[in-house]
């Protein structure tokens, strides 16, 4: 019973004005949780209906030893008793249905999760572009962006073209077991798991820039070696907080682009040239095996089994 009700917590608002979102559905045997996003679904040994809050429901369960009674109380509350505990739980009368989920037509034979798991450092949080706000998976590839970095990473199966949202992801990384199968709907995802658990999830658009046009960019590698990331973060300290910039030329790096203001430091070695906002920087740095940095144009690097693009920022000072 608790491990039915910990995979679909996840899902659950805490707060929130839809009331079904910080609720459990219970009935025919089955649990559900969903954010209006997401929703996970999980069987589960209770023989009853009922909408119990989900916060309640799950801290009263966790506090439960030896077997577990449950009753609907005529005020409409549910009882939860338990060696010597016991507990009532607000309900709502009744709650959204949920369809069974399309069967999984797509068997899942290689990881996903460490794929998502490398991307989401860059997904975006811009609200004014909501298709940057998941991981794009398309021919043969996962996607993300922060619209100033575009990765990219091989996923070793073909799958659909989907938008998963941030939300999603967060819950398949949560969950942290590979979904066996998946299946798509009108305009939802479903995963399916091996103990018959499901999480279904809306999708985001897949009208994406030209990605191939910038992945298929010549970069002439240079390998990267330990002194670019301890220097960014050496850097970092001294950068002006409203530009946030660093700017590199050659082995050098520094604040500034006059070389006799501002802080600079020499490297072991040449990376190319640019300015760059220092917070992707590190994001990059922190996994760049190979890199090619380019004035006025993206700039190219990989590592991690990722391949990615970042975009530069106008020299000022």
């Known amino acids: 019973m608790l491990d039915s009700i910990r995979f679909v917590k996840g899902a659950v608002e805490k707060k929130s004005f839809v009331p ?3 609720y459990f559905a219970i009935r025919e045997g089955r649990i559900y949780g969903g954010n209006g996003v997401v929703t996970l679904s999980a069987p589960i040994a209770i023989d009853l209906e009922a909408y119990p809050k989900a916060e309640t429901f799950g801290k009263l369960l966790e506090q439960c030893n ?3 009674s449950l009753a609907l109380t005529g005020s409409g509350r549910l009882r939860v008793q338990a060696d010597g505990l016991r507990g009532f739980v607000d309900c709502l009368p009744t709650a959204r249905t949920e369809p069974a989920p399309a069967p999984a037509a797509i068997a899942m034979r290689a990881p996903l999760l460490p794929v998502l798991r490398a ?3 860059f997904v975006s949080e811009d609200a004014s ?3 940057s706000r998941g991981v794009l998976l398309r021919q043969g590839f996962a996607h993300a962006t922060n619209n100033v970095v575009l990765v990219r990473a091989p996923i070793v199966q073909e799958v659909p073209e989907i938008n998963l949202p941030m939300k999603a992801v967060r819950e398949l990384l949560r969950i942290g077991e590979e979904p066996t199968g998946m299946a798509l709907e009108a305009t939802t995802a479903v995963f399916h798991y091996a103990s018959g658990q499901w999480m279904r999830t809306s999708l985001l658009s897949c009208e994406w820039p030209n990605l191939e046009r910038l992945f298929g960019l010549p ?12 220097c960014v973060e050496r850097i970092k300290p001294f950068v002006d907080p409203a530009r946030n910039s660093i700017i590199f030329r050659g082995s050098s790096v520094g604040t500034h682009t006059d070389p006799e203001f501002g802080v600079h430091l020499e490297m072991e070695h040449d990376y190319g040239e640019g300015t760059f906002s220092i917070t992707y920087m590190q994001d990059v740095a922190a996994i760049a095996e190979n890199i090619l940095l380019v004035k006025g144009a993206p700039s190219g690097f990989t590592g991690g089994g990722i391949t990615g693009v970042l975009a530069g920022m106008r020299d000022e000072g």
Do not use: H, K, M, T
């Open 20 to 22: 079904d979102f910080s």
């Open 66 to 68: 030896g077997p577990i």
């Open 119 to 121: 991307l989401v450092p």
């Open 129 to 131: 572009r909501p298709w």
């Open 219 to 230: 970069f002439e590698y240079r390998q990267v070696f330990p002194d670019l990331q301890s």
